[in-house]
């Protein structure tokens, strides 16, 4: 573990850190310029009356080094909550320093708190060093299940918009 390592849960200040995080996510896996939210996206959704996710931002002494994002979900089948990790960054020049596990035992314990027992998670297809890396940190790899998104002109129109 990184010596210096500090976790603490994002705030309405950090909306520009976040989204630049993103950004960079979205760069290092090849999606630059796919990031079509914005700050005052993440300031709407994640700090306003109705939070839909929350955020656990990593500094080690004092340097920004990683973020995860992530929302509470249901799993009917299990019977119980649980937290969705919708994205996982750690900067380059702090990988390997155990940042990205921290995070992820952070997630995990909010599930507990909320009463959870799981973590969920999913990543890109072509995305083989974070399989790796979810593997050795001992997620398994669901073959039940299968991403499927309705966006776009489609979600407009199952909205029965036009």
């Not at 993103?22 to 009356?49: C, M, R, V, W």
């Amino acid at each position: 573990m990184a010596s210096g390592l500090e976790l603490r849960r994002a705030g309405a200040t950090d909306t520009s850190l976040l989204h630049a995080m993103l950004q960079e996510l979205a760069e290092a896996t090849g999606h630059s310029g796919a990031i079509s939210g914005t700050p005052k996206d993440l300031l709407k959704y994640g700090f306003g009356d109705d939070p839909r996710f929350f955020a656990v931002l990593a500094t080690v002494d004092g340097g920004n080094a990683g973020m995860l994002l992530a929302f509470p979900e249901y799993s009917s089948w299990r019977g119980c909550p649980g937290i969705y990790v919708q994205d996982l960054y750690v900067r380059k020049e702090y990988r390997s320093l155990g940042i990205a596990h921290a995070l992820l035992a952070e997630a995990a314990r909010e599930a507990a708190r909320m009463g959870g027992s799981y973590l969920r998670l999913s990543v890109a297809a072509k995305n083989e060093p974070a399989a790796r890396f979810y593997s050795k940190a001992g997620f398994t790899e669901s073959t039940e299940e299968r991403m499927f998104v309705c966006e776009g002109p489609t979600f407009t129109a199952m909205c029965g918009h036009d």
